[in-house]
């Protein structure tokens, strides 16, 4: 592994464009920039087509004698397809106002990571082969033949963009780069060319039910050691259902937060909520996975992960399904699952059965927001809530890409927060909500080899982090997003230390007063509540 | 470079169009009658095409981009327009896009400070330049209404007077006429200046530029100091539209260069980039209602796929679920 340079040298970012254009410049892959190629097994297992051992940095990427047809032709197809493509081919004037939204070249410098360039990798080569001007006039008229050096430039730049659509809030005619990165992996997934980090989960997850492929005893077991914490903190044994038939509710969220802290606290936060409702609801172990790597490689893998979700809530006849905080999940659940596996008529219309609020926003979908779901608990005064148990903390909020703008959920998570915490600060207003940045880790990039991407991609996030931690003392980054309590935990640790990371429900359950718990001395974390560390102070 | 050529592709034309200008009769009518039916031909047929051509490929799923919050609980406030729920939020949405520019007045500069902070400051000159040379665009071209309608419409007549609003010399400058010229001048300095726009612009986005300064440029040549002949301009326009076209002797070389210009112009539309015009309408990140998860967006090609049943799972795991205690199918 490549040696990860210290922040004050990384934060020294150099926007210096080089002397050559673009399409004569070289593409120079730096370790530390790019993940491991898939393994053949990961492919085989979901039916990936070329499975073979290779290695990104190798000269040979073994690819089939006819990679170059196939891309094109996967091209054609998918300009016949979808709309967005053909049109986010064509339209662009190039006025180059995404140019500096993008959290990869904010932290890079790197002119192919400005959203408009990323396009144009593409773009260039629709020009050459399916547009009149492009074939006449070639280069004259931007277009550019497809070489390997060009499908090596893609590989490269489509796995530094994460899908986040920043770049899209900005664009006149919304061009949404996360819409051609999409394309642009499943073009590459044609050849074999993905990376292991995503294509080892998406085989789990279609195998075993969960990216991290926890087989169904070791979630039961992982969930009891939550439910010891939960024991040793409240003083509440807690009992939850896997797999039950007749539950009202089937809950589905991403299996990073069954795995790790701090993603476990929050896991841990939704066993209490749930159990202090006396919610009637079954966790499954077959639609253990909430989140969608699936959706990084092809649109059809995305689909088939998702199905899980659909066909559990039948089998087990509930009537509604709840889901768990998580960024890209809620994108795919918002704008694909009905789409793709829908319509889900064997479903009810959620009805929240503690307050009898009905999600007509979900009405045909049939999916929650836990967010939405506790937002409207708490209004109700449904929940006994005491915040100062959070009064060590002082929170600011980070907007998940994908739920900001692939969802448009801001409020609901924020109003949860203000119920429960004491101190709250919002970060400066162009880092946030609709202009929200990338923890720089998402769609599948936050693996260990490429860790000077991630912290050069999550360094507008963490450097508006600093500001409110500089400027208002704030110490905890809360979200709802598994991916991001996993990799802004490094990337705090790398650049803001001495800022936690959590999720939301995990400050919900410190904050909740669960009827007939012990008198609680600690948070889920087993630090002391500043009630008992004041008390410690003065003794 | 690429500029430079893209200027000398202007400069030829203007010259193609003088010589044009100043041959014979029968070249000037090819110049002055069968170009510029032909450019309007490929201008309407091909913008037609091309839209024809996005609108046969589908919209599979629903990929608005949120921009506020969406409807949920009826307490919270819902962003109407930023995320539109209801057809109606869709086309305020919309026309703010087309009418206003609204995601482009969203621009913001991003600047590296020393010791490493990221600031974002104001950016809305793009959003000005980009907003006055269209709708002096849209408005010059409004006024040309001018030249071929017999009896000049109120609305054309005012927009005339209006725009001469400045009463400066004679004839009436246009506002219009310096707005345009400064906002293309403007987007051209800028794609040169701005080291980030530069190495992404191809000859292709100064081409438009130069082509549109020229066109502006003849037009304010023939009205402020050439002086060119309106009585014949209208005969000849008068004369396209009502498909019995003459060419006037009293039309000077300027105003062919001017109408070739154009001619260029509205063939090479359909061509370029200059089909965002079509294509803001039809954009899914857009166009679309936040409402996916109420409505079901249905995508025509959804196909069936291999999918890992519950079955299957059972009988991989079965001994292991049993041992952990979780309920099965099968024994
Ligand atoms: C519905 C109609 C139209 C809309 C909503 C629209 C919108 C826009 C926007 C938002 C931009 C980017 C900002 C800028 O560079 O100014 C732009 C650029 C441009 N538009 Fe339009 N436009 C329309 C019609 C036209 C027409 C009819 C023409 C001309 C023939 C045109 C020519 C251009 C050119 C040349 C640029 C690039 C400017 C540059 O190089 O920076 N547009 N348009
Ligand atoms: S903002 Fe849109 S039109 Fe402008 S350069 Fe970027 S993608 Fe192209
Ligand atoms: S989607 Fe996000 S990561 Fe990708 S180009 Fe746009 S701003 Fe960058």
């Given at each position: 592994m490549s040696k990860l340079p210290k922040p004050a040298e990384l934060a020294k970012v150099s926007y210096q464009l080089p002397k050559t254009g673009w399409m004569d410049t070289p593409v120079e892959f730096k370790p530390g920039m790019f993940c491991h190629g898939s393994k053949p097994k990961s492919l085989e297992l979901v039916g990936f087509p070329n499975p073979r051992e290779w290695r990104p940095a190798d000269?040979?990427?073994?690819?089939?004698?006819?990679?170059?047809?196939?891309?094109?032709?996967?091209?054609?197809?998918?300009?016949?397809?979808?709309?967005?493509?053909?049109?986010?081919?064509?339209?662009?004037?190039?006025?180059?106002a995404c140019a500096d939204k993008c959290h990869f070249f904010i932290g890079t410098g790197d002119p192919r990571n400005m959203p408009v360039l990323r396009a144009e990798l593409i773009r260039s080569v629709y020009r050459k082969e399916f547009t009149t001007a492009g074939k006449i006039l070639g280069k004259m008229a931007g277009g550019r033949e497809l070489t390997l050096d060009v499908l090596k430039e893609w590989w490269y730049y489509f796995y530094q963009c994460t899908e986040c659509r920043r770049c899209s809030v900005f664009c006149p005619y919304g061009i949404d780069q996360a819409e051609i990165t999409i394309?642009?992996?499943?073009?590459?997934?044609?050849?074999?060319?993905?990376?292991e980090w995503i294509a080892g989960p998406v085989s789990n997850c279609y195998m075993k039910g969960n990216h991290l492929g926890l087989e169904p005893h070791t979630i039961v077991g992982n969930l009891e050691y939550m439910l010891d914490d939960i024991e040793t903190v409240t003083g509440k044994r807690i009992k939850p259902t896997f797999n039950r038939k007749g539950a009202e509710i089937l809950f589905v969220t991403p299996s990073g937060d069954l795995f790790a802290d701090p993603g476990t606290y929050t896991a841990m936060g939704y066993l209490m909520l749930f159990e202090e409702l006396g919610l009637d609801y079954t966790w499954s172990t077959y639609a253990s996975e909430g989140g969608n790597f699936g959706f990084f490689t092809s649109n059809e893998m995305g689909k088939r992960l998702n199905s899980k979700i659909y066909a559990e809530a039948?089998?087990?006849?509930?009537?509604?399904?709840?889901?768990?905080?998580?960024?890209?999940?809620?994108?795919?659940?918002?704008?694909?699952?009905?789409?793709?596996?829908?319509?889900?008529?064997?479903?009810?219309?959620?009805?929240?059965?503690?307050?009898?609020?009905?999600?007509?926003?979900?009405?045909?979908?049939?999916?929650v927001h836990v967010a939405e779901f506790t937002a409207d608990l708490?209004?109700?005064?449904?929940?006994?809530?005491?915040?100062?148990?959070?009064?060590?903390?002082?929170?600011?909020?980070?907007?998940?890409?994908?739920?900001?703008?692939?969802?448009?959920?801001?409020?609901?998570?924020?109003?949860?927060?203000?119920?429960?915490?004491?101190?709250?600060?919002?970060?400066?207003?162009d880092t946030i909500r609709e202009k929200t940045f990338c923890c720089g880790s998402g769609t599948g990039l936050n693996a260990s080899e490429n860790m000077e991407l991630r912290m050069k991609g999550g360094f507008p996030r963490a450097n508006a982090v600093k500001y409110v931690h500089e400027h208002h003392g704030v110490n905890m980054l809360g979200n709802v997003c598994a991916i991001d309590r996993a990799s802004l935990k490094a990337l705090m640790e790398y650049w803001v230390p001495g800022v936690g990371v959590c999720g939301l429900h995990e400050l919900v359950a410190n904050a909740m007063i669960m009827t007939g718990e012990k008198e609680r001395t600690t948070d889920l974390r087993g630090e002391p509540l500043p009630s008992v560390a004041a008390k410690e102070e003065k003794a | 470079m690429t500029a430079i050529i893209s200027f000398i592709a202007v400069l030829l034309l203007v010259a193609i169009g003088y010589v044009g200008g100043s041959a014979g009769p029968s070249v000037r009518f090819l110049f002055g009658v069968v170009i510029p039916y032909a450019a309007f031909i490929f201008f309407v047929g091909g913008l037609i095409a091309r839209i024809m051509k996005w609108a046969s490929s589908p919209v599979p799923f629903n990929i608005v981009t949120t921009t506020g919050q969406q409807k949920t609980l009826p307490w919270i406030k819902h962003s109407k327009i930023e995320s539109p729920y209801s057809a109606?939020?869709?086309?305020?949405?919309?026309?703010?896009?087309?009418?206003?520019?609204?995601?482009?007045?969203?621009?913001?500069?991003?600047?590296?400070?020393?010791?490493?902070?990221?600031?974002?400051?104001?950016?809305?000159?793009?959003?000005?330049?980009?907003?006055?040379?269209?709708?002096s665009f849209a408005i010059i071209l409004f006024?040309?209404?001018?030249?071929?309608?017999?009896?000049?419409?109120?609305?054309?007549?005012?927009?005339?007077?209006?725009?001469?609003?400045?009463?400066?010399?004679?004839p009436l400058l246009y506002a219009t006429d310096v707005v345009l010229l400064g906002a293309v001048t403007y987007l051209f300095i800028r794609r040169v200046a701005i080291p980030q726009v530069r190495y992404i612009s191809l000859a292709a986005d100064y081409f438009p530029l130069f082509l549109i300064f020229g066109i502006g440029a003849t037009g304010v040549l023939m009205r402020y100091f050439t002086k060119t002949d309106i009585i014949s301009v209208k005969m000849l326009a008068m004369g396209l539209i009502s498909f019995k076209p003459v060419?006037?002797?009293?039309?000077?070389?300027?105003?062919?260069?001017?109408?070739?210009?154009?001619?260029v112009l509205f063939a090479y539309f359909p061509l370029s980039k200059l089909v965002h015009m079509g294509g803001v309408f039809l954009s899914p990140t857009r166009n679309l209602p936040n409402?996916?998860?109420?409505?079901?967006?249905?995508?025509?090609?959804?196909?069936?796929?291999?999918?890992?049943?519950?079955?299957?799972?059972?009988?991989?795991?079965?001994?292991?679920?049993?041992?952990?205690?979780?309920?099965?199918?099968?024994?």
């Amino acid at each position: 592994m490549s040696k990860l340079p210290k922040p004050a040298e990384l934060a020294k970012v150099s926007y210096q464009l080089p002397k050559t254009g673009w399409m004569d410049t070289p593409v120079e892959f730096k370790p530390g920039m790019f993940c491991h190629g898939s393994k053949p097994k990961s492919l085989e297992l979901v039916g990936f087509p070329n499975p073979r051992e290779w290695r990104p940095a190798d000269a040979d990427w073994k690819l089939p004698e006819n990679w170059k047809e196939i891309i094109i032709e996967g091209i054609a197809d998918r300009l016949k397809k979808y709309r967005s493509f053909r049109l986010f081919m064509d339209i662009c004037v190039r006025c180059g106002a995404c140019a500096d939204k993008c959290h990869f070249f904010i932290g890079t410098g790197d002119p192919r990571n400005m959203p408009v360039l990323r396009a144009e990798l593409i773009r260039s080569v629709y020009r050459k082969e399916f547009t009149t001007a492009g074939k006449i006039l070639g280069k004259m008229a931007g277009g550019r033949e497809l070489t390997l050096d060009v499908l090596k430039e893609w590989w490269y730049y489509f796995y530094q963009c994460t899908e986040c659509r920043r770049c899209s809030v900005f664009c006149p005619y919304g061009i949404d780069q996360a819409e051609i990165t999409i394309i642009g992996r499943e073009l590459l997934n044609l050849l074999g060319l993905n990376i292991e980090w995503i294509a080892g989960p998406v085989s789990n997850c279609y195998m075993k039910g969960n990216h991290l492929g926890l087989e169904p005893h070791t979630i039961v077991g992982n969930l009891e050691y939550m439910l010891d914490d939960i024991e040793t903190v409240t003083g509440k044994r807690i009992k939850p259902t896997f797999n039950r038939k007749g539950a009202e509710i089937l809950f589905v969220t991403p299996s990073g937060d069954l795995f790790a802290d701090p993603g476990t606290y929050t896991a841990m936060g939704y066993l209490m909520l749930f159990e202090e409702l006396g919610l009637d609801y079954t966790w499954s172990t077959y639609a253990s996975e909430g989140g969608n790597f699936g959706f990084f490689t092809s649109n059809e893998m995305g689909k088939r992960l998702n199905s899980k979700i659909y066909a559990e809530a039948k089998r087990l006849g509930v009537k509604w399904i709840l889901g768990g905080e998580c960024g890209h999940m809620w994108r795919v659940l918002s704008q694909y699952m009905d789409t793709w596996n829908g319509p889900a008529d064997f479903l009810e219309v959620p009805k929240s059965p503690i307050t009898g609020t009905v999600f007509e926003n979900a009405k045909s979908m049939k999916m929650v927001h836990v967010a939405e779901f506790t937002a409207d608990l708490i209004k109700n005064n449904k929940l006994k809530l005491d915040p100062s148990r959070n009064d060590h903390l002082k929170v600011t909020w980070h907007d998940s890409c994908n739920v900001a703008r692939g969802m448009g959920m801001l409020e609901e998570p924020r109003y949860v927060l203000k119920s429960v915490v004491n101190n709250f600060v919002e970060m400066p207003e162009d880092t946030i909500r609709e202009k929200t940045f990338c923890c720089g880790s998402g769609t599948g990039l936050n693996a260990s080899e490429n860790m000077e991407l991630r912290m050069k991609g999550g360094f507008p996030r963490a450097n508006a982090v600093k500001y409110v931690h500089e400027h208002h003392g704030v110490n905890m980054l809360g979200n709802v997003c598994a991916i991001d309590r996993a990799s802004l935990k490094a990337l705090m640790e790398y650049w803001v230390p001495g800022v936690g990371v959590c999720g939301l429900h995990e400050l919900v359950a410190n904050a909740m007063i669960m009827t007939g718990e012990k008198e609680r001395t600690t948070d889920l974390r087993g630090e002391p509540l500043p009630s008992v560390a004041a008390k410690e102070e003065k003794a | 470079m690429t500029a430079i050529i893209s200027f000398i592709a202007v400069l030829l034309l203007v010259a193609i169009g003088y010589v044009g200008g100043s041959a014979g009769p029968s070249v000037r009518f090819l110049f002055g009658v069968v170009i510029p039916y032909a450019a309007f031909i490929f201008f309407v047929g091909g913008l037609i095409a091309r839209i024809m051509k996005w609108a046969s490929s589908p919209v599979p799923f629903n990929i608005v981009t949120t921009t506020g919050q969406q409807k949920t609980l009826p307490w919270i406030k819902h962003s109407k327009i930023e995320s539109p729920y209801s057809a109606f939020g869709v086309v305020i949405r919309m026309a703010l896009e087309i009418l206003a520019f609204r995601s482009l007045f969203r621009n913001l500069k991003t600047q590296l400070h020393e010791g490493g902070r990221v600031a974002y400051g104001e950016a809305k000159w793009l959003w000005m330049a980009g907003l006055a040379f269209h709708y002096s665009f849209a408005i010059i071209l409004f006024r040309h209404l001018r030249f071929f309608i017999e009896k000049v419409p109120v609305a054309v007549q005012m927009t005339d007077m209006l725009d001469s609003f400045l009463q400066i010399g004679a004839p009436l400058l246009y506002a219009t006429d310096v707005v345009l010229l400064g906002a293309v001048t403007y987007l051209f300095i800028r794609r040169v200046a701005i080291p980030q726009v530069r190495y992404i612009s191809l000859a292709a986005d100064y081409f438009p530029l130069f082509l549109i300064f020229g066109i502006g440029a003849t037009g304010v040549l023939m009205r402020y100091f050439t002086k060119t002949d309106i009585i014949s301009v209208k005969m000849l326009a008068m004369g396209l539209i009502s498909f019995k076209p003459v060419v006037p002797d009293t039309i000077g070389a300027m105003f062919f260069v001017h109408l070739f210009l154009l001619s260029v112009l509205f063939a090479y539309f359909p061509l370029s980039k200059l089909v965002h015009m079509g294509g803001v309408f039809l954009s899914p990140t857009r166009n679309l209602p936040n409402n996916s998860r109420a409505v079901r967006h249905v995508n025509p090609w959804n196909y069936p796929v291999h999918v890992h049943t519950y079955e299957e799972y059972e009988n991989d795991f079965r001994d292991k679920m049993k041992e952990a205690g979780l309920p099965v199918e099968k024994e």
